[in-house]
C-alpha cells in the first residue's frame, strides 16, 4: 500500500546547527514530494516540494533532496533558529491526487 | 495565491449531537477536496476524498455514515460529524487543490471536542 516512513521522530538542535529529516517512500509511481511544517494548533504549512525530474532544490536555508532508485528524499535545514522549531511531516502524492503523510518530526531548536 | 477556508475553526458539542464543518476554495475550483484528521501529537491521516457531483471515497477505517461528505459545488466540501462521540474529538483540516499539478492547500482546520 502507499506509506512513507519518516524519520528521526524527534530532533533537538542547537541554533545554528543543521537538521536533517528523511523519509522512504513505497509507490514508486509518485512525482510529487512536499514538505510541510506545523506549529501547534495551526494547519500544515508548505516549506518547499520536489518533483521527481529534479533531484536537490534549494530555498534560502532550507533544501530538500530526492533519490528516485532508493525511494528517499531529504529535509535539510541550516543555521537553525528557534523559530524553525515545529513538527515537520513529509508527503508524496498518492495515486487518488491526495497526499501520504509520514508520521511527523518535533525539531526543537535550543537557543 | 490559493485560499481554503474552513469553519468553524473550533467547536463543542455534546455527546449524540451533529456537526458541520464546512470547507472552501476561495479563488480557484476544486473538483476534489480532501479530508483528514489528525489526533495529538499524530500524523495527518486521510480521511476520505470528496469529489464534487458524486459520492465520496472513504478510507478504510472510516465510517461513511457517521462522517457525512458532501461535496455539492466546486468550491464548497462540507464534512457532517454525526451522533459525535467523545472519541472523535480531534483536528480536522480539509485540503484542495486546483487543476494540473498545483499543490495541495490546507483549510485552517477544525478543533472539535465532543463532551
Known amino acids: 500500500g502507499e506509506n512513507v516512513e519518516q524519520h528521526p521522530s524527534t530532533l533537538s538542535v542547537q541554533e545554528g546547527d543543521s537538521a536533517v529529516i528523511k523519509c522512504t517512500y513505497s509507490?514508486?509511481?509518485?512525482?510529487?514530494f512536499p514538505w510541510y511544517k506545523q506549529e501547534l494548533g495551526k494547519r500544515p504549512q508548505l516549506i518547499i516540494d520536489?518533483?521527481?525530474?529534479?533531484g536537490e532544490k534549494k530555498d534560502q536555508r532550507i533544501a530538500v533532496t530526492l533519490n528516485k532508485t532508493a525511494k528517499h528524499f531529504s529535509l535539510h535545514i541550516t543555521e537553525t533558529q528557534p523559530e524553525d522549531s515545529a513538527v515537520y511531516f513529509c508527503?508524496?502524492?498518492?495515486?487518488?491526487?491526495?497526499?501520504?503523510f509520514g508520521k511527523g518530526t518535533k525539531l526543537s531548536v535550543k537557543p | 495565491g490559493a485560499v481554503v477556508s474552513q469553519h468553524p475553526s473550533w467547536v463543542i458539542c455534546k455527546s449524540g449531537t451533529s456537526v458541520k464543518i464546512e470547507c472552501r476554495s476561495l479563488?480557484?475550483?476544486?473538483?476534489?477536496m480532501f479530508w483528514y484528521r489528525q489526533f495529538p501529537k499524530q500524523s495527518l491521516m486521510l480521511m476520505a476524498t470528496?469529489?464534487?457531483?458524486?459520492?465520496?471515497?472513504?478510507e478504510q477505517g472510516v465510517e461513511k455514515d457517521k462522517f457525512l461528505i458532501n461535496h455539492a459545488s466546486l468550491t464548497l466540501s462540507t464534512l457532517t460529524v454525526t451522533s459525535a462521540h467523545p472519541e472523535d474529538s480531534s483536528f480536522y483540516i480539509c485540503?484542495?487543490?486546483?487543476?494540473?499539478?498545483?499543490?495541495?492547500?490546507f483549510g485552517n482546520g477544525t478543533r472539535l471536542t465532543v463532551t
Open positions: 485540503s484542495a487543490r486546483g487543476t494540473g499539478q498545483s499543490p495541495l492547500h
Open positions: 509507490d514508486s509511481a509518485s512525482n510529487y
Open positions: 520536489i518533483r521527481s525530474n529534479v
Open positions: 508527503a508524496y502524492g498518492g495515486s487518488q491526487g491526495n497526499l501520504i
Open positions: 479563488d480557484f475550483q476544486a473538483t476534489t
Open positions: 470528496s469529489n464534487e457531483g458524486s459520492k465520496a471515497t472513504y
